[in-house]
């Protein structure tokens, strides 16, 4: 009997006081590990979160950074297009092309509200092409302006050149016109000793023109190499004391200076470039005393006068 209460004895003390005593001591220890588990992953999760969250801001700040540097660049890339003078007018019509691109791609920039690195790539691209063909414009317009200002040079020296040509030509022409002139001049006849005496009606002279019955009109033409030679028609008005020209019932013309004018007398001589005396008759009775006026014409100019007082 004792034997078996021993035994229940050592039974009770092995499973009813020996292993309660035990378990709350795990129990800490595994709570305790746990924690520290998890407490190692809020810790990894909170470092790993900022660090995606300080990635992110980074980013954020680089593609705004980005996107104004893009906004930038194609402002001033616009400013460009509307700095450059340009007259070509199919040049100018492909400026205004890429100008109006600009604007529109100045505008996509402004809404664009979801950014991401292919983006920016892309708008960097578009703007780099504006860019190329902005670089492309200015080398033709400086090709142009170079071109131009050779062509304004030219023209210039073209204009001098021709300029200083009208020039020697109108200076020639002057010379040439005033050669002429003195040629004209020099070829005209010229009238010498002038005469005029009374006769009476068998041609002999009268001391007193009241008895006269003609009138002789006596001349030199002068020697002039000059002159044309041949057949010269001469024409001599008598202007009476009274200032009226002596002519005859049929008051025959020439013309002189665009008008006609009445003359006295009129002779066709043969004048070969030599001095020559020619005597013209005017027949008329009835002639007062006085200061008689005698002017010679020939080939519509004038080629001599005299004033001869006649008794």
Not at 117 to 125: G, N, R, T, V, W
Request: proline share 2%; net charge neutral.
């Amino acid at each position: 009997m004792e034997d078996n209460r021993n035994d229940l004895d050592n039974l009770y003390d092995d499973d009813d006081y020996g292993q309660p005593a035990a378990a709350p001591e795990k129990s800490i220890r595994g709570y305790r590990i746990v924690i520290v588990i998890l407490s190692v992953i809020l810790v990894a999760l909170s470092a790993l979160y900022y660090g995606l969250h300080r990635q992110q801001m980074l980013d954020n700040e680089l593609l705004q950074a980005d996107r104004d540097s893009i906004q930038n660049d194609l402002g001033r890339l616009m400013v460009d297009f509307d700095n450059l003078q340009i007259t070509n007018d199919t040049l100018s019509t492909h400026l205004g092309v890429e100008r109006n691109r600009a604007d529109s791609l100045m505008a996509r920039l402004k809404k664009e509200r979801s950014w991401n690195l292919a983006k920016i790539k892309q708008y960097e691209k578009e703007v780099g092409t504006l860019r190329s063909l902005m670089k492309g414009y200015i080398r033709q317009i400086d090709s142009l302006n170079t071109l131009n200002k050779q062509l304004i040079d030219e023209n210039v020296s073209y204009r001098k050149e021709i300029s200083s040509a009208r020039l020697r030509a109108d200076m020639a022409e002057e010379k040439a016109a005033e050669l002429t002139n003195k040629v004209q001049v020099g070829s005209v006849l010229k009238a010498r000793d002038i005469r005029l005496t009374a006769l009476n009606a068998r041609s002999k002279p009268v001391s007193r023109i009241r008895n006269a019955e003609r009138l002789l009109v006596e001349f030199t033409l002068a020697a002039n190499e000059l002159a044309e030679p041949g057949n010269r028609a001469i024409y001599v008005r008598i202007i009476s004391p009274d200032g009226y020209p002596l002519t005859t019932e049929a008051m025959p013309t020439f013309e002189y200076e665009g008008e006609r004018m009445s003359y006295s007398a009129m002779r066709e001589v043969d004048y070969q470039n030599q001095d020559l005396a020619v005597g013209i008759y005017y027949n008329s009775s009835g002639l007062t005393a006085g200061v008689y006026r005698v002017e010679l014409y020939s080939g519509g100019r004038h080629i001599g006068q005299a004033q001869v007082a006649m008794r």
